[in-house]
Nanobody, 121 residues
Framework: QVQLVESGGGLVQPGGSLRLSCVFS????????MGWYRQVPGKERDWVAT???????NYADSVKGRFTISRDNAKNTVHLQMNSLKSEDTAVYYC???????????????WGQGLQVTVSS
């Protein structure tokens, strides 16, 4: 069983910052690509950023230059530092990871439960 638990969401004013964290736990053998997605009501879930196991990073154009994804392998954690936040960043944010477990030996994607980020004055 694998769990992804997110933290760090909340309410922030435009121009402010938040740092999201996602901790992976369970019988994890290895973690590959990690990422963050977001979703607003009535719309599909959108990709925000990914960080490959080799270290390469990619960002959606809408967040490039403002958001930074990072990982702490020792703590099985991925972070999303969000700066210069805008009202349009308001969404439920989900972490995502490509994981192989000790039990299954099969790589598959896992998702966090999601947490709300609201950017408003």
């Amino acid at each position: 069983q694998v769990q992804l638990v997110e933290s760090g969401g909340g309410l922030v004013q435009p121009g402010g910052s938040l740092r999201l964290s996602c901790v992976f736990s369970g019988s994890i053998l290895s973690i590959g690509t990690m990422g963050w997605y977001r979703q607003v009501p009535g719309k599909e879930r959108d990709w925000v950023a990914t960080l490959a196991s080799g270290g390469s990073v990619n960002y959606a154009d809408s967040v490039k230059g403002r958001f930074t994804i990072s990982r702490d392998n020792a703590k099985n954690t991925v972070h999303l530092q969000m700066n210069s936040l805008k009202s349009e960043d308001t969404a439920v944010y989900y972490c995502n990871a490509y994981i192989v477990t000790l039990m299954s030996g099969v790589w598959q994607y896992y998702w966090g439960q999601g947490l709300q980020v609201t950017v408003s004055s």
